[in-house]
C-alpha cells in the first residue's frame, strides 16, 4: 500500500539550533516528493520539490531536503531556524499513474523558541 | 494573477443544510482537487478533476459530489451536511500532474 509517514508530530527547537524534519514513505512505483508549509489560519504554500535529477533540492528560505530511494525518506533540513520559522510542515508524495493526487503525511508542527 | 480563489472563507451550517464550495483558478490548470484537512490526519483528498466535464472519487468522497462544468471552477457540494464534515476545505490545481499543486486559503467549515 502506499503511504507517508511523517514520524514527528511536534518538534520544538531554540532558535538558531539545527532541525530535521522526517518524512519515510512507501511505494512500488516512481515518485515525486513535496514538503509545503502552512503558517497559522492560512493555506499551504510549496517549500520544495523532488521531480528528478539531483537528489538533493534547496529552498530559497535555508530548507533542504534529500530524496534516498533507498530509504524511500524525503527528511527537510535546516541549519538555523528563525522564529518565523514556526509553522506546519507536510510531506506530501504523488505517486506515479496517481493523477497527480497527492497522499500528505500527517503534519510536523515546528515551534521555534527564542 | 490571483491563483486558487476560495469562496466562502467561513461558513457555519446547521446538520441537514446543503450549500456549494467554489474553487477558481486562473492558471489554465487542467487537473483540480478538493481536500479536507482534519487535526492530526493531515489533507485528504475527497474529489479530483482531470478537465473540464470530468470527475473522480478520492479518498474521503462520501457525503460529497463535485461538478466540473468550465475549466477554471471545481465546485464541490454537500447535500445534507453533517457534523462530520466539520473541516478546513483546501482546493489545489496543477498542469501537468506531475508539477507542484497550487492550493487556496481554505474554507473553514463548521456543522452543528
Known amino acids: ?114 | 494573477n490571483a491563483g486558487v480563489t476560495q469562496t466562502p472563507k467561513f461558513r457555519v451550517l446547521k446538520t441537514g443544510q446543503s450549500m456549494t464550495l467554489l474553487c477558481a483558478q486562473d492558471m489554465n490548470h487542467e487537473y483540480m482537487y478538493w481536500y479536507r484537512q482534519d487535526p492530526g490526519m493531515g489533507l485528504r483528498l475527497i474529489h479530483y478533476s482531470v478537465g473540464e466535464g470530468t470527475t473522480a472519487k478520492g479518498e474521503v468522497p462520501d457525503g460529497y459530489n463535485v461538478s466540473r462544468l468550465k475549466k477554471q471552477n471545481f465546485l464541490l457540494g454537500l447535500e445534507s451536511a453533517a457534523p462530520s464534515q466539520t473541516s478546513v476545505y483546501f482546493c489545489a490545481s496543477s498542469y501537468p500532474p506531475d508539477t507542484e499543486a497550487f492550493f487556496g486559503q481554505g474554507t473553514r467549515l463548521t456543522v452543528v
Not at chain 1, 529552498?59 to 506546519?88: C, M, W, Y
Not at chain 1, 508524495?93 to 497527480?100: A, I, N, T
Open chain 1, 1 to 114: 500500500a502506499q503511504s507517508v509517514t511523517q514520524l514527528d508530530s511536534q518538534v520544538p527547537v531554540f532558535e538558531e539550533a539545527p532541525v530535521e524534519l522526517r518524512c519515510n514513505y512507501s511505494s512500488s512505483v516512481s515518485v515525486y516528493l513535496f514538503w509545503y508549509v502552512q503558517y497559522p489560519n492560512q493555506g499551504l504554500q510549496l517549500l520544495l520539490k523532488y521531480l528528478s535529477g539531483s537528489t538533493l533540492v534547496e529552498s530559497i528560505n535555508g530548507f533542504e531536503a534529500e530524496f534516498n530511494k533507498s530509504q524511500t525518506s524525503f527528511h527537510l533540513r535546516k541549519p538555523s531556524v528563525h522564529i518565523s520559522d514556526t509553522a506546519e510542515y507536510f510531506c506530501a508524495v504523488q505517486f506515479e499513474g496517481s493523477q497527480g493526487n497527492l497522499i500528505f503525511g500527517k503534519g510536523t508542527k515546528l515551534s521555534v523558541k527564542p
